[in-house]
């Protein structure tokens, strides 16, 4: 049973408009929540994250959201760039085992020219 | 500016035969990981060591084993190749400096097996 889960298993959005990526988890234990973003032929690199006490961060075009009593959290990439496309994963992290990071299925998101 | 390498891009065994994974990082990372990598089911913990020698499993451990004899390097081990082990192997490693913070993880390129 996934605790982490993105249920849009692809998305596209046009250049300039805004993208949003979202993520549901089950386990409220979690602490961080965190955004990897993975192009093709690469491994993934880590984009974005937030603390399970803070209900938003942000970091330049991105912005990560937390809304704890839905167990939701979103990514939005205001203006998406073509750059942008790849496979975003949604992760989750408890501090007594900050070893064992539980990654969501992935959002593959497209932005068209 | 940091790097993980894995010792192959693509490979391509045949089932019953040994196959061994290779990861060296450059950051002096005391913890190092093995993943899997799926459609649909994301990345998902094999192995992974917080030290030398040192090494626990993760949520999918059978059919692999791991060996850390020196800090940089990380090795994932198919004892007998199976074709359900077709995947896409990442590899990962994270630094533990600081307290009551998360460091992310450092990820290779990747290694596609493929298993016949």
């Known amino acids: 049973d996934q605790q982490v889960k993105q249920n849009s298993p692809s998305l596209s959005v046009q250049e300039g408009r805004i993208s949003i990526l979202n993520c549901d988890y089950t386990?409220?234990?979690?602490?961080?929540f965190l955004w990897y973003k993975k192009y093709p032929a690469e491994g993934p690199t880590f984009l974005i994250s937030i603390s399970s006490i803070k209900d938003k961060n942000e970091d330049g075009r991105f912005t990560v959201f937390l809304n704890k009593s839905a167990k939701h959290l979103s990514l939005h990439i205001v203006p998406s760039q073509p750059g942008d496309s790849a496979v975003y994963f949604c992760a989750a992290v408890m501090k007594t085992s900050y070893d064992k990071v539980i990654f969501g299925p992935g959002t593959s998101l497209s932005v068209i020219p | 500016d940091v790097k993980v390498t894995q010792s192959s891009r693509y490979l391509v065994k045949r089932t019953g035969e040994k196959v061994f994974l290779e990861c060296v990082q450059d950051m002096d990372h005391e913890n190092m990981f093995w993943y899997r990598q799926d459609p649909g089911l994301g990345l998902r913990l094999i192995y992974f060591?917080?030290?030398?020698?040192?090494?626990e499993k993760g949520d999918i451990p059978e059919g692999y084993s791991v060996s850390r004899e020196k800090k940089e390097r990380f090795s994932l081990i198919l004892e007998s190749a199976s074709t359900n082990q077709t995947s896409m192997y990442l590899c990962?490693?994270?630094?533990?400096?600081?307290?009551?913070?998360?460091?992310?993880?450092?990820f290779g390129p990747g290694t596609r097996l493929t298993v016949l």
């Open positions: 990962a490693s994270r630094s533990t400096s600081g307290i009551n913070s998360y460091n992310e993880q450092f």
């Open positions: 386990n409220s234990m979690f602490d961080y």
């Open positions: 060591s917080y030290d030398v020698k040192m090494k």
